[in-house]
Every structure is written in C-alpha cells, then in structure tokens.
C-alpha cells in the first residue's frame, strides 16, 4: 500500500511510467534543502474543520442549469470562499480565489462554482474525455455516507466536460462510476462559473432528519498549476474523505431508490481474409445481438447492478506482450460493467497483482481443446471469449457502516466447432475423412464473490471479509479442470493520532477440488511446481483431488502528517494456495519480508516545488527455509520551479534464486544485478510536452542485461484535439535463458540458450472533443518481439556463483542444426543423445480502435466503432523495419465494424 496519499487529479504532472518505490531511510537526516522562498507568502491558516450550511430551494421558481447563476432560488443560500492553496506552496493564499454555494430541493442537489480569474482570456478550456481532467477545473466532493472512508467526486472542467469517480479507502479515486448528472459553465468578465445538478438517487445517504455529509472543493488554476481547497489541509494529510469538512442544514429529504434500465442492441460486420478450404473463414461474418444493463435501487444504501449478455465491443484491445518466463501475463480489466466500483472487490494477497477475485477470469478464452486433424481435411472455429449469460452486483453501505459488495455470474458452455474442407478435390485425395461435430471447450461455470467490511472506532478501524466460489459443471473431456473452487479471507486495519499510523493485516485461504488429473495438474504448474527436484517440503501426489492453501500480510507504519513515511511488514504465500480460477496468483511458496521509508519536502523552494526522496529493502524466502532474494533500492523525485520533472533510482540486488526458472527443476541462481533508472519530464501544462526515460541493468559476468528507451510526446493542438505518442524499445540478452528440458543417460537436462531480444512497440492516441458529448477517439499500437537463439548450454550446478560452473556450454562438434532442430551429441560419439526444436521467434502484433461516442442524452450512448487487427510470426532474421514492412503492412488486418446503441430509463 502507498505510504504517502495523492489524489490523482492533485499531482497529473507526475509520470505513471515508474511506479517510485516507498521509501527513504535515516540517509534522508543529513540531507537538507532551502525551504525558503522569497515569492512566498505565509498567511496564518486554520486546519480546523469548516462548516457550510444549506438551505432548501423547494418553495422557490427553481434552479435551471445553464451556466449563470442568475435565479432568485440562489439567492437562498449565501457563497463560501477563503479557498487556501494546497500545491504547491502549502497554506497560502491562492493566486485566484473561488466561491461556492450548495442548495437543494427534494429530488437535487444543486452546486455553483464562481472562480475568479483576472485575465479571463487565460482560461484554459482544453476538452477531453469523461472523466479527463484537462484545463482549468474545479471539483465538489461528497462524503453521504459520513463514514469518512468514502465519497462521491464531480468535477466540472471549464470546458463544460464531465468527471465523476467513487472514492473509497479514504482516497482511493475510482473513475468508473458514471452517474447522470448536469453541467454547464461560462466565461464572464471576472473568470467562469460552473452549475451542477446533482439527482439525489445518484448518491448514498441514510433516513436522518436532518443530514450531515462531508464535503471538500479542489479548484485546479491551471496557469500556476496550483491546487486550493475550500477545506484547508496540511501537507501530506493522512487521508483524503476523512479530512472533509461539513454540509449541514439538509432536512427532510427523503432517499431515492434508484431505478434505471438501459437495453442496448449492436450490429458488427466483421471482414478478413479468405482461406481457401476453410469453412469459417469465407472472408466476412455478420452478428446481430442485444442485452439489458440494470441499477436497482434495493434501498437508497444498497444497489443492484446487472447485465445480461454484456457486449464490450468498444472496448480497447489488450496491449502487446510477451512472456518469456512462462508466467501468465496481467492485464487490467477493461469491461465497464466489472469496472466499475471495482475497489468494492478488492482483496489483494501480498504485493503487485495477486488477488483473491480478479474479474477477468469471467468470460476467459476457453481453456479446452479440440480433436480436429487437418490430415482429415478438418477446420475449427475456437472461441475467443466464455460467453456471459448474465452477471449481477449488489454493493452499498449501511448507516451502521457495513459496506457490503455480492457478484454472481454465469458464463454458458463454449463449443468449438469443427467441419471439413470446402474443396471437394482435397477431400477425394485423403486416405480418411473426418466429420462435421461441435466439441466443448468450457463447461458451465458459476461464480460468486461476497465482499464485507464493518467500520467501527470512529471510523477509525474496520474489520472485512470476503469469500469467493466457483462451480463448474465438468464433462468427461474437461476432467482436466479444477471442480470447484473455494477461497476467502479476513482483513483488517486500525489506525490512530489522528490516522497518521496504521496497522493493516490480512489473512487468506483457498481450497480447490477436482478430478486426480486436475490436481496433479496444478501440484506441476509453474505456480506451484511440487515436482522441483531439488525440494524436500513439497511433491507431486497423483491421487489427492484437493489442495488447501493460505495465505497472509501484516504491516505497520506511518501514513499521513509530517515530513516522513515508513512502514515495515511482510507476506506469505503457501506451497498449496490456489487462487486461479477467480483470482490472479502468480507464484506460491513465498515469504517476503520488506521496509520502507520515505522523506518528503513539500514546501516549495527557489529551485523546486516538490521532492521526495526514499529508501526500500525487501527479502524473499521460501517454505523450506531457503534464503532466495535481497535488494535494496533508493529513488527520487522532484518537481521543478519551471513544473518540469524528473525521477531516478538505484538498485543492487546480491542475492537472485529463483525456483521457478527451470520449470521443475532445481534452484536457479541468477548472478548480482545492479540496476538504474532516470525519466524526467517537461511542464504538462504545455501544449507540447514530452517525457524520456532510461532503465539500465546489468549482472556479474554478463549473465544477464536490461535496457528500456522511452519517449512520450503529447499534443494538444487546439482545446478539442490532443495526441500521444508513446515509444518504447527494449533489449534484453541473456546468456541463460531456459529453452527446455531433455535427458542424457537418465540424467536431466535442462537446456538454456543466449537470447538476443528486442521489443518495439509505439502507442497513438487521437482525441478529438466535437463537444462534451461527442467524442472521435482512436487507439493503435504495433508491438514487434524477437527472440534469437545461439551458444546453448545446458545446467551443471544450478546454485554455483560462477556463471561457468553454473553451466556447460555446447562446443562445435556436439551441437549441429538440421532440418528445423538442433541435434546434441553430448558425448561426442557420433549419436544423437537428444535434440529440441528451434526457439526462435518474431511475434508481430497490431491492434486499433476508432469509436465515435454520442451522449445523446445523460445516460444514453451510441457507439461507431472500427477495429482492426493483425497478429502473425514474423522472420527473426529481419530488422523492424523489414518485419513492418512484411508482416504488418503487407498482411490484410481482420476489421470489425460496430455500432452500439443503449437508452437509459430513470424510473
């Protein structure tokens, strides 16, 4: 978890290339900067919390959105200002002040913002997407619930464009949520205005007579880049919602159930190239289909959301990687109907991606197979996607601060089909001729997720659960899958002195039953690999049909207040646990151990406005006791006077094993690595902007190197229209990359090689803002990946410290290459002892996306959509530019067309 809070609309000029690690240690106690700056001027400020007090506008002619603030209705209510600056230069005056009133009626919260700018002319109407935060803003959020823990957030950009994200976890911003709600602003001779409307059914709040709600108001003055609030913070507070100051004076409202039903229909042309002979590939397919989103309003705390035959055709692609480690690769989910409150779901199991429910495991690529033989004259078409019959989420939080989140999907069973040739004469020369069938590649599947969390101490703490299940109904073909699947966990955090320390934990376990090859299957995958030969803690057992597993994290440390940040703790992964068939768990058996801290400097100075610097070390274990990894890092960033910036950061790590690196073999040793990064970039206020960056790594005899070149231009011609442009290269050779196992005289062999690899991959996007509610957005990346192979080797003592004991290395007269394979003859007597497969490869991919989006009105959407795409092998020897020249421009692309229609009744 972070250390230091940030609100993503509060630090946009920072780079998500690196995530910086948390961090700096006692280092940081003799370093000292000037915290003085002459342009700077203190003013006395109060962190004491504000009150804003309401009134009803019910017996008034009403409030009509259209960006002036002209009605009498208004005139109910008195502004509040003295707006104090937040960033950069922490409890000052801002540069521009702001006002705000707050009114309401019995369905609407109503909301005006006047700020205040002396040149007018300089106000920076960039456009961009929902939920894009270009330009001058100024935003209102609203802690309902009061739990303190959660809002709901609505920014209104000068240009009149739209964001609107759920808050959770005391600042955790999620920009999935869509409500309906209404905007427009102005320009007048003292700066702009923004009116909102807010329905009362698109928030939460419980049935007092009178209501208490957080609130808090961020204006972005987008020419200083600073950032004031109506509530004045101090530097890194210890959260965002439980900092808000107060709304009262709202009585008598009653809460609105929500109801909204929203069907939609598409059409989708999909065209390609002809295959001759294929049946499924006659150069076009057409589809016509519908479905139905839902949000039901069980009570004004407690919502359902349901979706039956979801559609995600305008959805972006995934982008282009590849694994050579064998691992599955994590791709963040995309669909908007599990999107969407996400946060509710989350459960994570250590660090980076592992987590008890990870949604993208709804509706997967079929896991089966087909028997179809092409020596028979047989074709298939597999499917790329589980088809979902229909998903539902209940999610909400009570007044007594129970915040409870349910999911349930059902995804059907998925046929391949199989049917023959099209040509007659190739059928009438085949020795046998297969048949026409359908074949089942994924069964019927169940899921269900159950999410609690019950706040208590004042909002201070709470405790939570969550419990996953998964049902397949198996036929014979499918015995390879797991059954059923069960997982769960409790979880808990505490926090004291006013949030500035917390205490956090988590325990986990799983259980998964299945068939004896189901499970043997997952005792031998490369999450679990029991069958290391070198490992006394664990094997293979052929006839259990079950595992059980746990899991679990601790961590204590400082999180908000003052000038420092720290935290210690760890984590622990069973040899058992499991959590692939809802969740994402990449590697089991694991211990980590890590402390962090960080000194920040947020005062600004004649030479920056903002800096941290910081310190991490981390270990890794197994459970057999083995003593796998150490590393420690230190890393800064400063944002400059001229809102420039830049970040770099070093690493050694003198201890790398790995058991995962020969498959089921023993331990791996890697040699040290030490490593180094630097990205810098220019102001993001600019109409042009870019941003560079380097990552190096090397290891002790060349075993192993790492280079990443980075370049990002942005663009933004005019207010409606802006461009990236994002580059990336990378090298990676390694002298002992494993290719595969073998065996000689009984002894195994486990092949490695010296790869020469290189990735390319360029990402455009294009959006051009006709208006706020219509919008031309286009996505297109090419990704190219080589891999070449030479000077193979195979492994003699796996744990050596010396790369040359470690392997043995193939001379000229036991290795030859003949007719696609290299032949071994390791003992050089003239036989082949073994032989594998050439590994080269060149993977070359290109995926884009042109989608026109109209809000024809708040709530209801057609989509336009063009797809194209082209994946393919490429010829390892050519250079990037003879690879695009033949394999993506000289390839037709599969194209789809689409168009997306959805109408949302509010009932």
């Known amino acids: 978890m972070s250390l230091l809070f940030i609100n993503q609309k509060q630090l946009t000029t920072m780079t998500s290339a690196i995530k910086l690690t948390l961090a700096i240690g006692l280092l940081c106690s003799h370093l000292t900067f000037s915290q003085t700056d002459s342009t700077?001027?203190?003013?006395?400020?109060?962190?004491?919390?504000?009150?804003?007090t309401t009134a009803s506008i019910a017996n008034t002619e009403g409030i009509t959105i259209d960006g002036v603030i002209d009605e009498a209705a208004w005139d109910v209510v008195e502004w509040t200002s003295d707006y104090v600056e937040f960033e950069p230069d922490v409890g000052t005056a801002p540069t521009e002040q702001t006002k705000m009133k707050i009114a309401y009626d019995d369905k609407n919260l109503y909301v005006a913002f006047k700020c205040y700018q002396a040149d007018p002319s300089t106000i920076e109407k960039r456009m961009g997407r929902r939920d894009d935060f270009p330009g001058d803003w100024v935003e209102i959020n609203i802690d309902s619930y009061y739990d303190q823990r959660s809002g709901f957030s609505f920014t209104a950009s000068a240009s009149g464009v739209k964001g609107d994200e759920f808050i959770s976890n005391n600042g955790n911003f999620d920009s999935s949520w869509n409500p309906i709600w209404y905007l427009r602003t102005s320009v007048d001779d003292e700066g702009w205005v923004a009116e909102i409307r807010i329905p009362l059914s698109q928030l939460r709040f419980g049935n007092d007579e009178e209501q208490v709600w957080g609130i808090q108001s961020t204006r972005r003055y987008f020419n200083n880049e600073e950032r004031s609030l109506w509530q004045p913070l101090p530097a890194n507070p210890p959260g965002w919602v439980s900092e808000f100051g107060l709304l009262k004076g709202i009585k008598g409202i009653k809460p609105q159930?929500?109801?909204e039903i929203q069907p939609?229909?598409?059409?989708?042309?999909?065209?390609?190239?002809?295959?001759?002979?294929?049946?499924?590939?006659?150069?076009?397919?057409?589809?016509l289909t519908g479905g139905l989103d839902?949000?039901?309003?069980?009570?004004?705390?407690?919502?359902?959301?349901?979706?039956v035959n979801p559609d995600f055709g305008q959805v972006d692609a995934d982008p282009g990687a590849i694994a050579l480690d064998g691992f599955e690769i994590f791709f963040q989910e995309r669909r908007p109907f599990f999107v969407e409150n996400k946060n509710v779901f989350d459960f994570r199991v250590g660090g980076g991606a592992d987590n008890i429910f990870f949604s993208r495991r709804i509706g997967r690529t079929p896991q089966g197979f087909t028997t179809a033989d092409g020596s028979q004259g047989e074709y298939q078409d597999f499917p790329n996607n589980t088809t979902i019959l229909g998903a539902a989420k209940f999610s909400g939080k009570t007044k007594n601060g129970l915040s409870i989140g349910a999911l349930q999907s059902l995804t059907a069973k998925e046929y391949a089909e199989i049917d023959l040739d099209t040509r007659p004469e190739v059928l009438d020369d085949l020795d046998e001729i297969g048949e026409k069938r359908e074949e089942l590649v994924e069964p019927f599947t169940s899921y269900s997720v159950v999410r609690l969390q019950q706040d208590f101490n004042d909002n201070n703490s709470f405790i939570g659960g969550?419990?996953?299940?998964?049902?397949?109904n198996l036929e014979d073909n499918l015995d390879f899958l797991r059954e059923s699947a069960l997982t769960g966990g409790v979880d808990f955090r505490h926090n004291w002195k006013e949030r500035r320390y917390y205490a956090t934990g988590k325990f986990t376990f799983s259980n998964v039953k299945g068939s004896e090859e189901a499970i043997e299957l997952t005792q031998n995958s490369l999450t679990h690999l029991f069958q290391r030969v070198d490992a006394t803690h664990v094997e293979v057992d052929p006839t259990r049909t079950s595992l059980t597993g746990t899991g679990g994290s601790f961590e204590i440390g400082k999180g908000g207040g003052g000038n420092w940040?720290?935290?210690?703790?760890?984590?622990?992964?069973?040899?058992?646990?499991?959590?692939?068939?809802?969740g994402f768990l990449r590697q089991a058996d694991q211990i980590t151990q890590y402390a962090n801290v960080r000194r920040l400097w947020n005062k600004p100075t004649s030479w920056f406005r903002q800096a941290n610097v910081g310190l991490n070390q981390f270990t890794q274990f197994d459970f057999e006791g083995n003593y796998n990894r150490i590393q420690y890092e230190i890393n800064g960033y400063v944002n400059w006077k001229n809102n420039w910036w830049s970040e770099a950061g070093a690493a050694h790590k003198p201890r790398i094993y790995s058991n995962t690196v020969l498959r089921g073999g023993p331990r791996w040793r890697w040699s040290d690595e030490n490593f180094f990064f630097i990205f810098s970039g220019t102001d993001g206020r600019k109409k042009f902007r870019m941003h560079a960056g380097y990552v190096n790594s090397w290891a002790k005899q060349n075993n192993f190197a790492f280079q990443r070149y980075v370049l990002r231009f942005f663009y933004q011609p005019l207010n409606t229209l802006s461009l990236s442009l994002i580059n990336e290269y990378q090298v990676n050779p390694n002298k002992t990359q494993y290719v595969t196992e073998s065996s000689f005289d009984g002894t195994p062999r486990y092949i490695m090689g010296e790869i020469d690899n290189e990735s390319l991959s360029t990402t455009l996007r294009v959006n051009y803002n006709i208006n706020p509610n219509l919008t031309i957005q286009y996505y297109g990346q090419p990704f190219i990946f080589k891999a070449k192979?030479?000077?193979?080797?195979?492994?003699?003592?796996?744990?050596?410290?010396?790369l040359n004991e470690r392997v043995a290395w193939y001379n000229n007269d036991q290795i030859s290459f003949e007719d696609g394979a290299y032949l071994i003859d390791e003992d050089e007597d003239g036989e082949v002892d073994y032989s594998f497969g050439d590994p080269d490869f060149a993977f070359v991919q290109f995926r884009s996306n042109l989608v026109l989006r109209w809000e024809y009105i708040p709530g209801s959407e057609i989509f336009l959509v063009w797809s194209q795409g082209i994946t393919g092998l490429g010829d390892v020897n050519n250079s990037f530019g003879r690879i695009i020249d033949n394999q993506l421009l000289g390839q037709r692309p599969q194209n789809t067309f689409l168009i997306k229609a959805t109408y949302r009744f509010v009932l």
């Open 264 to 287: 939609y229909t598409v059409a989708q042309l999909d065209t390609y190239e002809q295959e001759l002979g294929n049946p499924f590939r006659d150069g076009s397919d057409t589809k």
């Open 40 to 52: 700077a001027v203190e003013t006395p400020v109060s962190y004491e919390k504000r009150v804003y």
């Open 294 to 307: 839902a949000k039901i309003g069980i009570t004004n705390d407690l919502t359902v959301d349901l979706t």
């Open 466 to 472: 969550i419990a996953t299940y998964t049902k397949r």
């Open 257 to 259: 159930k929500q109801l």
């Open 565 to 582: 940040r720290y935290n210690i703790g760890g984590n622990f992964r069973s040899p058992e646990i499991e959590l692939n068939d809802i």
């Open 789 to 802: 192979y030479s000077n193979f080797n195979y492994v003699n003592n796996s744990i050596a410290e010396d």
